[in-house]
């Protein structure tokens, strides 16, 4: 057996274990034949992985990453030896253990593939193969596709997931995608939050009108080097947004790209104040999708009466003990007053 096309193209896989039933080159040609040719990155989970032969193609041609899962010792080994032939050491992930229990943890774990192959035996039933279906549907990104190979076509109950199943020879193949319909509108408003003001509740009020779901996420490690701790800043959003139904708060260690990439997010938001604002968001939209190219950054003009408000502001009239009333939303007026008041002159002139 060989890869077929892509970057590893012609390399030829190692020998398949006992008990394997491996896909043939026909429905192989032919899966991909349906869900397209190469590929612009993503992660793919190889389910019943055999010799991972069909995860491998995916990521010769163009996914970025793939998990396999493979209860046999046997073939776990020689899912590694392949990726390793293909030179795709790095980008695969073998979890030796049975799909059921696999999948509940990469549930929990809240990952999210753009593609799940699924080949289980032939002895399993149409109804359990089903109840496998089901839950892709939780480990699918938006958009995301999943293909199963079966002896006879399964059958499922989630209506989140809409597909036909067509036969090659003795096998067929269920070409499943998570439809568009049942999709959370999903959208991250980033920022340091040092603290939040009117100004920034003004944009994720406006934000949670046009999506389903908003995430506040406030920034572990931001450049400025926040007064507060980002415990302390994501408390007092949640203070303010605690009513929003729509709205949730979570901290963010790390990239933004990557925080959206793990939630399915593909849109963020900011808010924009003055043109001086421009520069910095154009640099940091660029960037972001440099490294996430469907990441989308949308802008909500800041309304006028907050156009000249900062955190920044904030910090230094009451590190002088000024008063912020009408700066920040009353709920955590006394608490912003008491936390930043040291006398100390804010250094920073941006936020
Ligand atoms: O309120 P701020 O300070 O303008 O927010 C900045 C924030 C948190 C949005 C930005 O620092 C950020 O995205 N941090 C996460 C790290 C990251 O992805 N950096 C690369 C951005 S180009």
Not at 77 to 87: I, K
Not at 179 to 206: M, W
Not at 262 to 288: P, W, Y
Not at 331 to 350: C, F, M
Request: hydrophobic share 40%; proline share 4%.
């Amino acid at each position: 057996m060989r890869i077929i096309a892509g970057t590893a193209r012609g390399v030829r896989l190692g020998p398949v274990p006992n008990g394997v039933r491996p896909t043939s080159d026909r429905v192989r040609e032919a899966v991909f034949n349906s869900l397209g040719q190469f590929f612009d990155g993503g992660e793919v989970l190889d389910l019943y992985a055999g010799t991972g032969a069909l995860g491998i193609e995916a990521l010769s041609r163009g996914y970025e990453r793939a998990v396999f899962v493979e209860i046999n010792n046997r073939a776990a080994g020689v899912v590694r030896e392949n990726l390793v032939r293909a030179g795709f050491a790095e980008r695969g992930e073998v979890l030796r253990g049975g799909v059921e229990g696999e999948l509940e943890r990469l549930v929990a774990s809240g990952r999210k593939f753009h593609l799940i192959f699924a080949d289980p035996p032939y002895r399993i039933p149409p109804k359990e193969i089903g109840d496998v279906v089901d839950r892709l549907a939780a480990l699918l990104s938006p958009g995301g596709r999943a293909v199963i190979e079966s002896r006879h076509p399964p059958v499922w109950d989630t209506d989140i997931m809409k597909g036909e199943s067509r036969r090659y020879g003795g096998t067929f193949v269920t070409f499943l995608e998570r439809s568009e319909e049942h999709l959370v509108k999903l959208a991250i408003c980033p920022g340091s939050f040092d603290p939040i003001t009117v100004g920034h509740v003004d944009v994720i009020n406006r934000a949670a009108h046009i999506y389903d779901h908003v995430i506040v996420a406030v920034g572990k490690n931001v450049r400025k080097g926040p007064r507060l701790t980002v415990e302390e800043r994501a408390r007092l959003i949640g203070k303010v947004t605690g009513l929003m139904e729509n709205v949730s708060v979570e901290i963010m260690d790390g990239l933004l790209v990557e925080f959206a990439r793990e939630r399915g997010a593909t849109v963020v938001i900011k808010g924009l104040r003055a043109g001086s604002d421009f520069e910095s968001e154009f640099q940091q939209s660029q960037l972001n999708r440099t490294l996430y190219p469907k990441f989308e950054t949308v802008f909500i003009m800041a309304a006028a009466e907050h156009s000249f408000l900062s955190s920044s502001a904030v910090r230094e009239i009451a590190s002088y003990g000024g008063s912020v009333h009408g700066l920040v939303p009353d709920e955590i007026l006394d608490i912003v007053q008491r936390l930043y008041v040291d006398g100390q002159a804010e250094k920073s002139n941006k936020g």
